[in-house]
């Protein structure tokens, strides 16, 4: 059973943080104290929520209990926990009905039992659930045999979730190392038949010589002893701190014997409850076992490196000493974590008995909590919690902060495990190494926001876990055991706020204020400019048409939308006419296809980097209007008059105009499969009616590829044009089907339900397409000649890639597709095809005036690149439209990562003068924390992988930065000079997609007309 303690060390506490709130600041005192005299016996008593504890000189005991137990709608892990309390008044018998509930088969976790038993065990160690005597006599040892059984089972189903990763790992994990400072401890001392008998002597006289204690003895044998040795709880310690906190009250003159004594067995009583230190628990487990070295050498370096901190007065102000002495505990303690985990997993310790694998794994728990007091020092010291927060921190604090953050990632690294443990593992080392090689300037202020706002993200996705973990979980129970409003209320908030993973926000969230404050950034980011002035400010989950609150938008009142949540995939014409603006909650890539969709509509979007400004957009929600205003160098949100007077707007947006070829679909060549170089060969207008702008574009960049000026290579492929699908559901005697269904879309394109149920037919019907087998091999054969290649198996429509329709993202594309594998190549075929009629697409053709019957659908199937760098660019800034300025935005891995946004973070951004191609300026560095690669299989999927963006030479070195820089300048000139006028119009900007593979080659896989 785990309790709160400190221990006062000169000026600062020293505790398990297991409580609703964080620790308060620490507190200078004027001169250090001897340990043996520093006090934690307050501790538990002011986080005590039970019953008051009288000490009494006479026999009594307490049978009341004010809980109840109501079973109905529970799980049954829940029902088994509240049903095992409501016959189990005492704490030894919680614990054996405890028993059945967590000892399980580790291959078969539940994880209801686990999270379940975390919060219940919490409340009983904090007196909300009340523990009172049974009427029977069980001395502690019957409480360590019962924790030993539970110990056994959760430390073998952690051993099996940490071998299975992911987020089953990152769950048990979260919820065990929760579990373990809440069970008593099991050592050889308290499992004897008769533990803890120094009680006994203290209350028989022991240091007692002249007989002043008689009064206290009294108190002690029949509040402590009699109660502690026939009916234990957490009661007795609470008991035991108010004894002594009597005992060394000023004024007082009991003999100094005797409360040695009674420290002594204070420490014995912490020690059974697993509520010591971690220095008495470190020290103990080195001078009474047998630790490897590196363990023991490990300590030693820890204690004296505390010792250090210990010593230097607490101050607000940040002092170098201080800073540098915090760095190095933390340096010392996260290694003796890392250590200590190695050894109780794979070393020595693992063959150790159970009551000693428990000790070592609280040491390591606890020097994860003693953690969160070193970083709360450290950001006291730097400013972070001053009111208002220090925002210009000089280099070296900088630097100071970063290392703290990358040990408050490591010990979060080591607690997570999973998915998120690789992750914070990654941000430790990308903060470590920026720490020690710190830019100056500007440069070094946008390469810390980027490691901040990774190490922010992680942070908040893991507080999220905690919150799936114990929210519902924690009302449930509570409500069922009558547990007070507020501290149900409270639990999981406790629990995040007392983790070491909210320090790491707080310093997160620190250094991005301080990158801000030297860069000038606001801490929001215009994707789309323009105005809206009177429009109410609506907040809505997602920008999802279905949503009512969008529906209920009109053209004559319309709403700027306040969206909680975007994958950068969303439509912005098919919300209709009613949107005039929108506020993402979130960093969103500025050439996102929801941020192309929202210039094409002519609506203003702001991405809300600081949580502080989300906070003020969601004040304004009351507001009767708003006036936002969304400029690059200029955004804003205030509350204004109520009455719409102008702004951008989805459906105020010119529609765009009808392109000829996007009516006109040829297919005439329906089922030949042609290669892009034949394709080339067809006059513009030609080409596109066959196959698509996109296509058609592409056999033009496959030509141009060839030029040895042009800079770039563009990968080979074969399209299957027009008609093909059409002529798949013929063969299958499915064509009149397909026919009539596309009909019924066309006249129900204004019901989304009806749209809905539609497509999903047409869905259904198109997926069992298949190209013939000629055609499958057709398709394969430019890529025969290298049996491991894989392929993009892309969209080529004739409503897309257009100067007025670029429908970015809007059909879809497989990737990594072995070509010949002709089963998954022909099933990435038909899924192409069934895009055409998703209820997204049909609702965008419907917006942008295409007739469904007109709609039709070529695939494109091109060489797949393996990139180290992909990259979007636009010859026309997309914000200033200045055309002497190029614009790109980069991230490595698939280009997916930056065309969706599904991935979080931000890319690299940078604009170049076109005028003189080696003159760049970086707005800002990447923080993407994983990278989209293909699998090994083929099967058309990508996989994440953690990607380490602050090392990479894109933001270490200037010089290759520039040279990439240089080389996207002459590339997209060479691009738009052909491509920018095949209608024989005006020059049209390209929007260029394309990557740097790890062998230096520059491609460009796509380019159309920049919105």
């Given at each position: 059973?785990?309790?709160h303690h400190q221990e006062q060390h000169h000026h600062h506490q020293e505790q398990h943080h297991h409580h609703q709130e964080p620790p308060p600041p620490p507190k200078p005192a004027p001169a250090p104290m001897p340990a043996q005299q520093t006090g934690d016996h307050m501790a538990l008593l002011s986080n005590w929520a039970g019953q008051d504890v009288n000490l009494q000189q006479h026999k009594g005991s307490n049978h009341e209990r004010k809980n109840q137990w109501n079973t109905d709608g529970l799980p049954d892990a829940a029902r088994r926990i509240v049903e095992g309390d409501r016959d189990s008044p005492s704490w030894r018998q919680k614990l054996q009905a405890l028993e059945g509930v967590l000892c399980?088969?580790?291959?078969?976790?539940?994880?209801?039992?686990?999270?379940?038993?975390?919060?219940?065990?919490?409340?009983?160690?904090?007196?909300?659930i009340a523990c009172v005597e049974d009427g029977s006599h069980y001395r502690p040892n019957h409480h360590a045999n019962a924790s030993q059984k539970m110990y056994e089972s959760i430390e073998a189903i952690e051993r099996v979730a940490s071998n299975a990763g992911g987020r089953f790992a990152e769950e048990c994990r979260a919820l065990i190392r929760r579990l373990h400072p809440r069970l008593p401890a099991f050592t050889a001392e308290f499992t004897q038949s008769v533990p803890l008998t120094r009680i006994r002597d203290i209350a028989h006289g022991k240091g007692d010589k002249h007989g002043k204690c008689r009064e206290v003895r009294a108190e002690i044998k029949h509040t402590i002893q009699n109660k502690l040795h026939r009916c234990a709880g957490p009661e007795d310690l609470v008991a035991t701190e108010k004894m002594l906190a009597k005992l060394t009250?000023?004024?007082?003159?009991?003999?100094?014997?005797?409360?040695?004594?009674?420290?002594?067995?204070?420490?014995?009583?912490?020690?059974f409850f697993n509520a010591s230190s971690v220095t008495d628990r470190l020290e103990k487990q080195c001078r009474e076992g047998n630790p490897p070295g590196s363990v023991t050498e490990g300590v030693n370096r820890f204690v004296r490196a505390k010792a250090t901190v210990d010593a230097i007065p607490g101050s607000n102000q940040s002092d170098p000493q201080l800073l540098a002495a915090i760095e190095e505990c933390l340096h010392a303690l996260c290694d003796l974590r890392r250590s200590v985990d190695h050894e109780i997993n794979h070393g020595q310790l693992a063959g150790e008995p159970p009551d000693q694998r428990q000790q070592w794994r609280l040491a390591e728990i606890g020097l994860e909590d003693y953690a969160f007091v070193l970083l709360s020092r450290g950001i006291n010291a730097l400013g972070a919690e001053s009111d208002p927060p220090r925002n210009e921190l000089t280099g070296a604090e900088i630097s100071s902060a970063l290392r703290m953050l990358a040990a408050a990632s490591d010990a979060t690294a080591l607690s997570s495990g999973g998915g998120a443990g690789e992750e914070f593992g990654h941000i430790a080392h990308e903060a470590g190494e920026l720490a020690n090689n710190l830019p100056g300037g500007e440069q070094g202020a946008l390469r810390v926001r980027a490691v901040a706002e990774r190490a922010r993200r992680?942070?908040?996705?893991?507080?999220?876990?905690l919150s799936d973990l114990f929210d519902g979980r924690a009302a449930a129970l509570g409500r069922s055991l009558g547990i007070d409003g507020h501290t149900v209320?409270?639990?999981?908030?406790?629990?995040?706020?007392?983790?070491?993973?909210?320090?790491?926000?707080?310093?997160?969230?620190?250094?991005?204020?301080?990158?801000?404050?030297?860069?000038?950034?606001?801490?929001?980011?215009?994707?789309?400019?323009?105005e809206v002035v009177g429009a109410r400010l609506v907040s809505v989950p997602r920008l999802d048409p279905s949503d009512p609150t969008i529906r209920s938008l009109t053209a004559d009142a319309p709403a700027v939308l306040l969206v909680q949540s975007a994958d950068g995939d969303e439509e912005v014409s098919t919300c209709g006419p009613g949107v005039a603006g929108i506020l993402l909650c979130h960093a969103l890539p500025h050439l996102s296809h929801l941020a192309l969709r929202a210039r094409q509509a002519g609506v203003p979007l702001v991405a809300i980097e600081d949580p502080n400004l989300v906070n003020h957009a969601r004040s304004l929600t009351s507001a009767p209007g708003v006036r936002f205003v969304a400029q690059p160098s200029n955004i804003s949100l205030d509350a204004a008059e109520g009455g719409y007077r102008g702004g951008g707007g989805g459906g105020g947006a010119a529609a765009p105009q009808r392109q000829a070829a996007a009516l006109v679909a040829d297919t005439s060549r329906a089922g030949r499969v042609t290669p892009l170089h034949e394709l080339g060969q067809m006059p513009w207008h030609a080409g596109v009616a066959v196959a698509g702008s996109k296509a058609m574009a592409c056999s033009v960049l496959s030509a141009l590829s060839t030029d040895p000026n042009s800079g770039f290579a563009a990968p080979t492929g074969a399209v299957l044009p027009f008609g093909s699908m059409e002529q798949a559901a013929h063969a299958l005697g499915h064509a009149e089907r397909l026919n009539f269904l596309v009909d019924a879309l066309e006249s129900v394109q204004t019901r989304p339900e009806e749209v809905a149920s539609v497509c999903g037919e047409l869905q259904d019907l198109v997926r069992q397409l298949r190209p013939s087998h000629e055609q499958l091999a057709a398709l394969a054969d430019p890529f025969a000649h290298d049996p491991g290649a894989k392929v993009m198996v892309r969209s080529t429509g004739n409503a897309e890639d257009l100067a007025g329709l670029s429908a970015a993202g809007l059909y879809d594309s497989i990737s990594n597709v072995a070509p010949g594998n002709p089963e998954v190549l022909g099933s990435a075929?038909?899924?192409?095809?069934?895009?055409?009629?998703?209820?997204?697409?049909?609702?965008?053709?419907?917006?942008?005036?295409?007739?469904q019957r007109g709609a039709h659908m070529a695939v494109l199937v091109q060489q797949m690149l393996v990139p180290d760098?992909?990259?979007?660019?636009?010859?026309?800034?997309?914000?200033t439209n200045d055309p002497n300025t190029a614009y790109a935005e980069l991230a490595l891995g698939h280009g997916e990562t930056l065309a969706s946004g599904a991935v979080r973070g931000t890319p690299w951004r940078v604009s170049m003068n076109r005028s003189n191609p080696g003159e760049s300026q970086v707005h800002t560095y990447s923080s993407f924390g994983t990278a989209l690669v293909p699998d090994m299989d083929g099967d058309g999927t990508l996989k994440s992988v953690a990607v380490n963006c602050a090392g990479h030479w894109l933001s270490t070195d200037d010089g290759a930065?520039?040279?990439?820089?240089?080389?996207?300048?002459?590339?997209?000139?060479?691009?738009?000079?052909?491509?920018?006028?095949?209608?024989?119009?005006?020059?049209?900007?390209?929007?260029?997609?394309g990557c740097l593979t790890p062998d230096g080659q520059l491609w460009v896989v796509q380019a159309r007309p920049q919105p």
């Amino acid at each position: 059973q785990h309790h709160h303690h400190q221990e006062q060390h000169h000026h600062h506490q020293e505790q398990h943080h297991h409580h609703q709130e964080p620790p308060p600041p620490p507190k200078p005192a004027p001169a250090p104290m001897p340990a043996q005299q520093t006090g934690d016996h307050m501790a538990l008593l002011s986080n005590w929520a039970g019953q008051d504890v009288n000490l009494q000189q006479h026999k009594g005991s307490n049978h009341e209990r004010k809980n109840q137990w109501n079973t109905d709608g529970l799980p049954d892990a829940a029902r088994r926990i509240v049903e095992g309390d409501r016959d189990s008044p005492s704490w030894r018998q919680k614990l054996q009905a405890l028993e059945g509930v967590l000892c399980m088969d580790a291959n078969h976790a539940d994880m209801d039992a686990l999270a379940y038993s975390s919060v219940y065990l919490f409340w009983v160690g904090v007196g909300a659930i009340a523990c009172v005597e049974d009427g029977s006599h069980y001395r502690p040892n019957h409480h360590a045999n019962a924790s030993q059984k539970m110990y056994e089972s959760i430390e073998a189903i952690e051993r099996v979730a940490s071998n299975a990763g992911g987020r089953f790992a990152e769950e048990c994990r979260a919820l065990i190392r929760r579990l373990h400072p809440r069970l008593p401890a099991f050592t050889a001392e308290f499992t004897q038949s008769v533990p803890l008998t120094r009680i006994r002597d203290i209350a028989h006289g022991k240091g007692d010589k002249h007989g002043k204690c008689r009064e206290v003895r009294a108190e002690i044998k029949h509040t402590i002893q009699n109660k502690l040795h026939r009916c234990a709880g957490p009661e007795d310690l609470v008991a035991t701190e108010k004894m002594l906190a009597k005992l060394t009250a000023p004024g007082t003159d009991y003999p100094e014997e005797f409360i040695e004594e009674f420290r002594i067995f204070h420490r014995e009583l912490k020690d059974f409850f697993n509520a010591s230190s971690v220095t008495d628990r470190l020290e103990k487990q080195c001078r009474e076992g047998n630790p490897p070295g590196s363990v023991t050498e490990g300590v030693n370096r820890f204690v004296r490196a505390k010792a250090t901190v210990d010593a230097i007065p607490g101050s607000n102000q940040s002092d170098p000493q201080l800073l540098a002495a915090i760095e190095e505990c933390l340096h010392a303690l996260c290694d003796l974590r890392r250590s200590v985990d190695h050894e109780i997993n794979h070393g020595q310790l693992a063959g150790e008995p159970p009551d000693q694998r428990q000790q070592w794994r609280l040491a390591e728990i606890g020097l994860e909590d003693y953690a969160f007091v070193l970083l709360s020092r450290g950001i006291n010291a730097l400013g972070a919690e001053s009111d208002p927060p220090r925002n210009e921190l000089t280099g070296a604090e900088i630097s100071s902060a970063l290392r703290m953050l990358a040990a408050a990632s490591d010990a979060t690294a080591l607690s997570s495990g999973g998915g998120a443990g690789e992750e914070f593992g990654h941000i430790a080392h990308e903060a470590g190494e920026l720490a020690n090689n710190l830019p100056g300037g500007e440069q070094g202020a946008l390469r810390v926001r980027a490691v901040a706002e990774r190490a922010r993200r992680s942070a908040e996705d893991y507080c999220n876990l905690l919150s799936d973990l114990f929210d519902g979980r924690a009302a449930a129970l509570g409500r069922s055991l009558g547990i007070d409003g507020h501290t149900v209320e409270v639990f999981t908030e406790g629990q995040i706020r007392a983790s070491v993973v909210f320090q790491s926000a707080k310093l997160a969230s620190h250094l991005l204020r301080a990158a801000r404050t030297a860069t000038g950034e606001a801490g929001w980011d215009c994707l789309v400019a323009g105005e809206v002035v009177g429009a109410r400010l609506v907040s809505v989950p997602r920008l999802d048409p279905s949503d009512p609150t969008i529906r209920s938008l009109t053209a004559d009142a319309p709403a700027v939308l306040l969206v909680q949540s975007a994958d950068g995939d969303e439509e912005v014409s098919t919300c209709g006419p009613g949107v005039a603006g929108i506020l993402l909650c979130h960093a969103l890539p500025h050439l996102s296809h929801l941020a192309l969709r929202a210039r094409q509509a002519g609506v203003p979007l702001v991405a809300i980097e600081d949580p502080n400004l989300v906070n003020h957009a969601r004040s304004l929600t009351s507001a009767p209007g708003v006036r936002f205003v969304a400029q690059p160098s200029n955004i804003s949100l205030d509350a204004a008059e109520g009455g719409y007077r102008g702004g951008g707007g989805g459906g105020g947006a010119a529609a765009p105009q009808r392109q000829a070829a996007a009516l006109v679909a040829d297919t005439s060549r329906a089922g030949r499969v042609t290669p892009l170089h034949e394709l080339g060969q067809m006059p513009w207008h030609a080409g596109v009616a066959v196959a698509g702008s996109k296509a058609m574009a592409c056999s033009v960049l496959s030509a141009l590829s060839t030029d040895p000026n042009s800079g770039f290579a563009a990968p080979t492929g074969a399209v299957l044009p027009f008609g093909s699908m059409e002529q798949a559901a013929h063969a299958l005697g499915h064509a009149e089907r397909l026919n009539f269904l596309v009909d019924a879309l066309e006249s129900v394109q204004t019901r989304p339900e009806e749209v809905a149920s539609v497509c999903g037919e047409l869905q259904d019907l198109v997926r069992q397409l298949r190209p013939s087998h000629e055609q499958l091999a057709a398709l394969a054969d430019p890529f025969a000649h290298d049996p491991g290649a894989k392929v993009m198996v892309r969209s080529t429509g004739n409503a897309e890639d257009l100067a007025g329709l670029s429908a970015a993202g809007l059909y879809d594309s497989i990737s990594n597709v072995a070509p010949g594998n002709p089963e998954v190549l022909g099933s990435a075929v038909a899924e192409v095809w069934a895009s055409l009629y998703t209820p997204r697409a049909v609702a965008s053709r419907a917006a942008a005036g295409v007739g469904q019957r007109g709609a039709h659908m070529a695939v494109l199937v091109q060489q797949m690149l393996v990139p180290d760098v992909s990259f979007i660019l636009m010859t026309r800034h997309p914000m200033t439209n200045d055309p002497n300025t190029a614009y790109a935005e980069l991230a490595l891995g698939h280009g997916e990562t930056l065309a969706s946004g599904a991935v979080r973070g931000t890319p690299w951004r940078v604009s170049m003068n076109r005028s003189n191609p080696g003159e760049s300026q970086v707005h800002t560095y990447s923080s993407f924390g994983t990278a989209l690669v293909p699998d090994m299989d083929g099967d058309g999927t990508l996989k994440s992988v953690a990607v380490n963006c602050a090392g990479h030479w894109l933001s270490t070195d200037d010089g290759a930065r520039g040279q990439l820089a240089a080389r996207l300048v002459h590339a997209g000139g060479f691009v738009e000079s052909t491509l920018g006028s095949v209608d024989g119009g005006a020059l049209l900007a390209q929007d260029i997609e394309g990557c740097l593979t790890p062998d230096g080659q520059l491609w460009v896989v796509q380019a159309r007309p920049q919105p």
